[in-house]
């Protein structure tokens, strides 16, 4: 057999639906609540922000939501994204593990997140709306958010967290391409961004201090709304394409996965992959192994607290019930951008906290040794935020080696590393270092969390 095995499939095979886990799930996830009055949040709380098309996808139960015909339309430049079998990767590990990798690598932005970029952009211009602002860690949800506003005529404006906007100029590049604004993260344009730089004039930014400025921004205008790339429900849900395709693959190679894994910052990636195979499980289908892999630096999972937070350093936005380290947190600037968040999705917190979820925290060093042997193996050279799933799926099989047992594992390869090489030149050069957290900080931030009876 060939070492390079790819599953394709046709663009018949888009799915015509999103999956929603909450159908499945053993138990509803606590409900979002109101700042103010600790109440549960109404869809006229969030019509402020989004579009009540994305409100009712938030809050919906149904097991399945069909995808607008515009935005499969549009998926068709790039999906169904394939799948390998990563048999020289196998080969240079020795392992009778099978590893399989979906890569969304291929999208016009190179990564998961057009997914819902461009179906949170059809249902904004579906509802009038001229502007979105956002905010973006790494850089890939602010290029795939210019990417949809291009294709839709919309106005995107993006606050890029400092120390990304610096180590990535490229993804600015890509961004101001499409016709998008791109901002650096803590700024003043916003109150919110100068009142941090009041107290911290050298900020390196963090996607909460982003998101409060974009929030504020949207907050301003009627014509304008605001669109989050991770976190919550309905972003979780357009992400299940990646899975719900990732199934018919594995149909055409007569396999099934015994762990699937995921890089996971705000949640997208790890729910867009899992959730359909959860799902199954859930309705009484095979149980699998679910991996959720953080960087150690900005531990949500592996070393956070299970509590209402808010999403934003300036909070401004409703209280959700995550793993957090605390919304004033400022993560070390490592450069997995995308995955620099102080809280996780709720429902990835929810079904950790059900057990359903093996998290994983590793250093970046480890990571980029990872992506490099990955990338020698397969010829794709991964995100940093991509090889903390790369460095799981090689101890996952160096595991199966050591045990003499062959599973199958899957993980989302979620984007490339193409606009990261400073990144990987830093790392051969010996420049880039393993940052560590600082416990008093992150104490002090967990001291702040609101109190919710």
């Not at 949809?148 to 995107?156: H, R």
């Not at 890089?263 to 991996?291: A, C, H, M, W, Y």
């Not at 400022?330 to 995955?339: D, E, I, N, W």
Request: aromatic fraction near 8%; hydrophobic fraction near 40%; charge should be negative.
């Amino acid at each position: 057999m060939s070492d390079t095995v790819k599953y394709v499939l046709d663009e018949k095979d888009i799915p015509r639906h999103w999956y929603n886990i909450m159908a499945d799930l053993p138990s509803p996830p606590p409900p979002v609540l109101h700042p103010a009055t600790h109440q549960p949040v109404g869809p006229d709380d969030l019509a402020p922000l989004f579009p009540m098309a994305v409100i009712q996808q938030e809050v919906s139960q149904e097991r399945e939501i069909e995808i607008p015909e515009p935005v499969r339309e549009v998926y068709r430049q790039w999906r169904p994204s394939p799948l390998f079998r990563a048999r020289r990767l196998e080969k240079m590990l020795d392992t009778p593990a099978r590893i399989y990798y979906k890569y969304e690598g291929v999208s016009p932005a190179g990564s998961h997140k057009p997914n819902t970029a461009i179906a949170q952009a059809f249902y904004n211009k579906q509802e009038g709306v001229k502007r979105i602002t956002t905010e973006t860690g790494a850089g890939q949800w602010g290029s795939s958010l210019a990417l949809a506003g291009s294709l839709f005529g919309l106005e995107i404006e993006v606050f890029m967290v400092k120390v990304s906007f610096q180590q990535k100029p490229y993804r600015r590049s890509f961004m101001e391409t499409f016709g998008a604004k791109c901002i650096a993260s803590p700024s003043d344009m916003t109150e919110a961004g100068r009142a941090v730089l009041r107290e911290h004039p050298d900020s390196t930014g963090s996607l909460g201090i982003a998101i409060s400025e974009a929030v504020e921004r949207a907050v301003q205008r009627d014509d304008t709304k605001y669109a989050l790339g991770s976190v919550l429900n309905h972003v979780l849900l357009h992400q299940t394409v990646i899975g719900l395709e990732a199934m018919k693959q594995f149909d055409l190679a007569g396999d099934y996965p015994d762990i699937v894994i995921a890089p996971t910052g705000g949640g997208s990636n790890f729910g867009g992959i899992t959730f359909p195979f959860l799902g199954e499980q859930l309705r009484g289908g095979r149980k699998i192994d679910l991996v959720a892999v953080e960087p150690s630096a900005c531990p949500t999972l592996t070393r956070g607290k299970y509590a209402y937070d808010f999403g934003d350093t300036a909070h401004l936005t409703p209280l959700v019930k995550m793993h957090t380290l605390g919304s004033t947190y400022v993560p070390p600037g490592f450069h997995a951008g995308g995955l620099r968040y102080h809280g996780m999705a709720p429902l990835v917190s929810h079904i950790t906290d059900l057990g359903l979820v093996r998290p994983r925290a590793y250093q970046q060093t480890e990571c980029f040794e990872a992506g490099i042997l990955f990338a020698k193996a397969e010829g794709i050279i991964p995100a940093p935020e991509a090889n903390h799933g790369v460095k799981a799926a090689i101890d996952e099989a160096l595991r199966c080696k050591e045990e003499g047992v062959s599973r199958a594992i899957l993980f989302n390869l979620c984007g490339h590393g193409h606009f990261d090489m400073q990144a990987y030149r830093d790392y051969l050069d010996g420049k880039l270092v393993d940052q560590e957290y600082d416990e008093s900080e992150i104490a002090m931030a967990l001291a702040g969390l609101p109190s919710v009876a």
